[in-house]
Nanobody, 122 residues
Framework: QVQLVESGGGLVQAGGSLRLSCAAS????????MGWFRQAPGKEREFVAG????????RYADSVKGRFTISRDNAKNAVDLQMNNLKPEDTAVYYC???????????????WGQGTQVTVSS
């Protein structure tokens, strides 16, 4: 069992930065592939970034490549998402998720956080 709690969301102007954090409970955190997803109003929840168990492999949606960076610290049971050069279209609720497979498919993830709102003004 893994419980996830996101933090760090907020309101920022276009071009600005935010860092999201996800705190995980459970001793098996290091065995999970971690992902960040987001969901804008009226849209499907979409994959943003993912990171392997060791942190050695990462994957990003094309829309955020070069702007977002995912990282994890297994000793602290934490995964972060650094978001730079934010755009209004990045506005969404951001969710942290844990799964056993390295995938962009949301149904493959077993555990989800409650989400944190990110709003980017133009």
């Amino acid at each position: 069992q893994v419980q996830l709690v996101e933090s760090g969301g907020g309101l920022v102007q276009a071009g600005g930065s935010l860092r999201l954090s996800c705190a995980a409970s459970g001793r098996t955190f290091s065995s999970y592939y971690m992902g960040w997803f987001r969901q804008a109003p009226g849209k499907e929840r979409e994959f943003v970034a993912g990171i392997s168990w060791s942190g050695g492999r990462t994957r990003y949606a094309d829309s955020v490549k070069g702007r977002f960076t995912i990282s994890r610290d297994n000793a602290k049971n934490a995964v972060d998402l650094q978001m730079n050069n934010l755009k209004p279209e990045d506005t969404a609720v951001y969710y942290c998720a844990a799964g056993r497979l390295m995938t962009t498919t949301k149904r493959e993830y077993d555990y989800w956080g409650q989400g944190t709102q990110v709003t980017v003004s133009s």
